[in-house]
């Protein structure tokens, strides 16, 4: 099983980056995918989810109308289109799939830095 996420970097405020993160090694379609992410310090949080048909998503309300989530099932990927960056979005970004209690995987994060 794999979880590779990408498109992380150093952005400034106001600006946009594009996360993805291509699964292998699971029937892809059958997980609940979502994003977390972890500042300094901090504890580590849900971003956003989205359900395995991808027509149900959720934010947290930090993110709301400045974040996306959606997936391509036919190409075992989940994306974050992140919008209107600001200084606290920095953290790496973690992608997680989920499908019950044992069926958990994590990726091994990106880092996101929104910064003048």
């Known amino acids: 099983v794999q979880l590779v996420e990408s498109g992380g970097g150093l952005v400034q405020p106001g600006g946009s980056l594009r996360l993805s993160c291509e699964a292998s090694?699971?029937?892809?379609?059958?997980?609940?995918m979502s994003w977390y992410r972890q500042a300094p310090g901090k504890e580590r949080e849900l971003v956003a989810a989205?359900?395995?048909?991808?027509?149900?998503?959720n934010y947290a309300d930090s993110v709301k109308g400045r974040f996306t989530i959606s997936r391509d099932n036919a190409k075992n990927t989940v994306y974050l289109q992140m919008n209107s960056l600001k200084p606290e979005d920095t953290a790496v970004y973690y992608c997680?799939?989920?499908?019950?209690?044992?069926?958990?995987?994590w990726g091994q994060g990106t880092q996101v830095t929104v910064s003048s």
């Open positions: 997680k799939a989920w499908s019950g209690v044992t069926r958990v995987y």
């Open positions: 989205i359900f395995n048909a991808g027509g149900i998503t």
């Open positions: 090694g699971f029937t892809f379609s059958s997980y609940l």
